[in-house]
């Protein structure tokens, strides 16, 4: 059962063992199947939205292998149980049509369920930076540990922390920006070295239009704290970018078409080759003109 118990993850592992005793005896380290119908979502999940298409996959893989990972839960009555981690596996199993769930019987007070819960949702391999930073401070402010503590709960080092909850002071279109992987950790740690809002949405701006790499931008996250207006600077090299004209051949063949058709054609070619050509005409029998010179280049 060793096994089992180090699979919950070093942090929910330590928040288990340290959780109040029980005044009956409990079976910790038992596995008990416990029927659906008695298992109650924790009011204190952090997590609330939970992937359709996940769950029905997740479900799927209940059905054929079985629940392969126990949940954690709690007693809280004669006949019913509270989640402590394991939510989504339990809504998969109901999904799947299970009866009954393997469960781990624990004893907690409300404040230890929170930091379990907090905890568990940390651990998940699918969240994005701006979910760690949240769960982070709740477990800071709610649960009253020092960033200290939190690094022994979770197993990472403190200023990796620090890192995570520094992200919450960016502004929400740049948390949005992360959540939806539009740009990179590299991206807002560069960005969260500026002080100012107006500049960090700028430079967020420039790097979703631009496609601007990690290096680029703390190259410019740099300049802007040296005092470098690169709002203007940005202006001014628009304004000086001249856009790639016609090279003399294509000058040549519009002229050559202009002459043909005996009206200004328009001829445009972009860096890659591609283009078009526009032949405009101003009536009907401009147009029949126009088709008649098409017939009878190909009929020669």
């Not at 089992?4 to 340290?18: C, D, H, S, V």
């Not at 600077?233 to 790639?244: D, F, G, M, R, V």
């Not at 002459?259 to 009907?284: A, E, H, M, Y």
């Amino acid at each position: 059962m060793v096994a089992k118990k180090n699979a919950l993850g070093r942090g929910l592992g330590a928040l288990i063992e340290e959780s109040p005793k029980a005044e009956e005896p409990v079976q910790n380290d038992a596995i008990t199947e416990i029927p659906l119908t008695q298992v109650k979502v924790n009011p204190f999940q952090p997590r609330t939205e939970f992937s359709e298409e996940a769950l029905e996959e997740l479900s799927a893989s209940i059905k054929e292998l079985g629940i392969i990972q126990p949940i954690t839960v709690r007693q809280v009555g004669e006949k019913e149980y509270q989640i402590i981690s394991g939510e989504r596996r339990t809504r998969a199993a109901h999904m799947a049509g299970l009866e009954t769930i393997p469960a781990y019987v624990r004893t907690a007070d409300d404040q230890a369920m929170l930091e379990l819960a907090l905890v568990e949702n940390i651990q998940r391999e699918d969240l994005d930076a701006i979910e760690i930073a949240i769960s982070y401070k709740r477990l800071i402010d709610e649960c009253k540990l020092t960033q200290q503590n939190l690094s022994s709960r979770v197993g990472k080092q403190r200023s990796t922390i620090t890192n995570y909850l520094r992200l919450l002071n960016l502004p929400a279109e740049v948390q949005k920006g992360i959540r939806h992987k539009v740009i990179a950790m590299g991206h807002a740690r560069a960005l969260i070295n500026i002080e100012n809002d107006d500049d960090r949405l700028f430079l967020f701006e420039m790097i979703v239009k631009e496609g601007l790499s990690v290096r680029k931008v703390e190259e410019l996250a740099k300049s802007i704290n040296e005092g470098v207006d690169i709002k203007e600077q940005n202006k001014n090299t628009q304004k000086t970018t001249k856009k790639p004209g016609l090279g003399e051949g294509y000058k040549e063949l519009q002229s050559q078409l202009d002459n043909f058709f005996n009206t200004k054609t328009k001829l445009k070619r972009n860096d890659n080759g591609k283009g078009q050509i526009v032949i405009p005409f101003k009536s009907d029998d401009e147009l029949e003109r126009i088709i008649g010179l098409l017939d009878h280049v190909k009929n020669d």
